[in-house]
């Protein structure tokens, strides 16, 4: 029986029905994780737990992008007090050579229930510290401003479980396909960057409430 | 075997690592790379982010297995002249992309660095389309005749 041999064209839908479903397999079985929220983090969370917008941002400190999202969240939040929930989350990006240790700083706060007003200050004054060689002393002015207690600031930073921490944070976004700055989970939908964060926001959040 | 199959290979597998890394996480942060670079209206910015991956995993695929070789190198071509123009814009413009972290930890190049290596790739496929007898050796297309 003669061999029938296929035809370029045969071959190429082939080639590409192969690629697409190796494609979608491999996301499949990478995504298999979820997108569960975290848990234990109420220092670092923020607005009505009972809200029917859900958000869990991966932030980096020495992001502008973050910063400018966070100002604009804020914005948010403080129009929509009772319909927004926040929860943070570290990723520090590698390219920061600040970033764990604003992170490590932040989950100290995070540890005397200042987070947030850490958060606030870090992220406003960006600009000025994100060039220092050493950026500690800033960030005690900063904790201080915040009204951290300096001595338990002091123990914390240099308490390994706190990098842990900051790091398994970090893992975990990267499980759930975190890979840059801002990311944000609203409602369990991915958001990257400040303008998908707006758009998606109004379209669940009433206009009269921006 | 010559450098100019080696070349092809390289290409396609450049791109099909880069369209398939695009491809398997999720969409947005491909799509916030795009917006980066203040190119395009929001809805060209979700069908290129939706699109280009798929279309660079099926060109280097082609372009690897030397099928439809000609017009495979012509497409990636195209696209890598695209992605100068657009890395040129952003130079130009002075966009904050490499500070943004817009591309992950991995890709933290600056732009000049990007514009000097996609020139390079460029450079190299319009020399194996103009030495196309010998980039199409060890081909698919030679297979099918």
Known sequence: MAKVKPSKTSFTFVILILCVAVVFGVKAYLMKGGFAAGGGIKARSKGNPQASVKIIEYIDFQCPACAHGAAVLKKYIENNPDSIYLEMHYYPLAMHKHAVTASIFAECAARQNKFWPFHDLVLEKQ???KGFDDVKSAFFDMAAQAGLNAQQLQSCIIDPSIEEAVFKDKEEGAQKGVKSTPTYFINGEMAVGGRSLVEKLNQLIPPQNL | MNIFVLLRWLI??????????KLIGPFQNFLYVVESYEAFPRFLQEIIAHALPWGELFLGIFVL????????????????AGFVLIVSQAIIRQ??????GCFGELMSFPLPVVLIFDSSLFIITLFLLRKFDQTVRLSLDQHFG
């Open chain 2, 95 to 100: 966009l904050p992309i490499t500070e943004c």
């Open chain 2, 65 to 80: 297995l030397g099928l439809w070789t000609k017009a495979a190198l012509r497409g990636v071509l195209v696209l890598i």
């Open chain 1, 127 to 129: 600009s000025d510290w």
């Open chain 2, 12 to 21: 396609g597998l450049l791109f099909i690592v880069s369209g398939g890394e």
